[in-house]
């Protein structure tokens, strides 16, 4: 495999890159991504490890992923884009802000990786592993808020992702890379503090994955919005919210 899978929709001077979360695929944006797509071409990926990408050479280290990503926006001849990214997807953003800001007009981030030591690794190996509807339907249950559910098209994608050969195995590697030990990397916040490009924060006070308390002491610049009701599945709990935040950088 010599680059990543990406669905691309719309046109525009301006162009956004969504980053999915661990053990999702690009469809997990198609909502969000088609709104955009009316002011923005808009390229959603599916990460190193995962799906349409499952054969990216090294994937599971998120540095292997920040590397994919930049190659593949060189690649496509894209100098500057703005990132919007979700749990993992969030940290390889962040990530690819730090190693190349030039290359970053604004961050997007939704209950990012990378924010705290503290990762639910329970619930990150229950959904690395779940292989029936009925197994994958409860542990993304558990990672959304009091009022959010899962979509019967999120569990039957998940499932088609899953029947792909040796694509279970890989997210036990990578839930094991991420959270192994119990802990995840974090990113320092000094790191964070010199990013000047626009940042915008958004975050479930009931995540369930990666607590809230992680945006505490965030650089002042950046935009927090807290979400009471809502859990770590943010895509689809506060599909509106996301669309809006991106929409806000772009302007």
């Known amino acids: 495999m010599d680059q990543l899978f990406a669905r691309e929709a719309g046109?525009?001077?301006?162009?956004?890159?969504?980053?999915?979360?661990f053990a999702g695929t690009h469809r997990v944006w198609a909502e969000?991504?088609?709104?955009?797509?009316?002011q923005a071409r808009v390229i959603a990926y599916d990460l190193p490890g995962h799906a349409a990408s499952l054969g990216w050479p090294g994937a599971g280290p998120v540095k292997a992923a920040v590397r994919a990503v930049l190659e593949d926006l060189s690649r496509r001849g894209i100098e500057r884009?703005?990132?919007?990214?979700?749990?993992?997807?969030?940290?390889?953003?962040?990530?690819?802000?730090?190693a190349e800001p030039a290359r970053v007009a604004s961050l997007c981030l939704f209950a990012p990786g990378g924010f705290g030591p503290e990762i639910n690794r329970r619930l990150l190996f229950h959904l690395a592993s779940a292989r029936s509807e009925a197994e994958l339907r409860d542990a993304l249950d558990a990672m959304c808020g009091f009022e959010g559910s899962t979509s019967e098209a999120s569990?039957?994608?998940?499932?088609?992702?899953?029947?792909?050969?040796g694509q279970i195995e890989k997210l036990i590697e990578i839930a094991g890379i991420i959270a192994g030990r119990g802990r995840q990397g974090a990113i320092p916040r000094d790191a964070l503090a010199g990013l000047t490009m626009p940042v915008a924060v958004a975050w479930g006070a009931l995540d369930p994955v990666l607590p809230f308390h992680q945006t505490n002491d965030l650089p002042p610049l950046f935009a927090l919005h807290r979400l009471p009701g809502a859990g770590h599945m943010l895509i689809e709990e506060a599909p509106d919210l996301v669309t809006e935040l991106i929409r806000r950088q772009l302007r």
């Open 81 to 98: 884009a703005h990132l919007a990214g979700h749990s993992m997807g969030g940290a390889i953003s962040t990530l690819v802000a730090l």
């Open 32 to 38: 969000v991504q088609d709104r955009l797509a009316a």
């Open 11 to 21: 046109t525009g001077a301006e162009t956004v890159v969504l980053l999915h979360g």
């Open 155 to 165: 569990v039957h994608a998940a499932a088609a992702m899953r029947a792909i050969p």
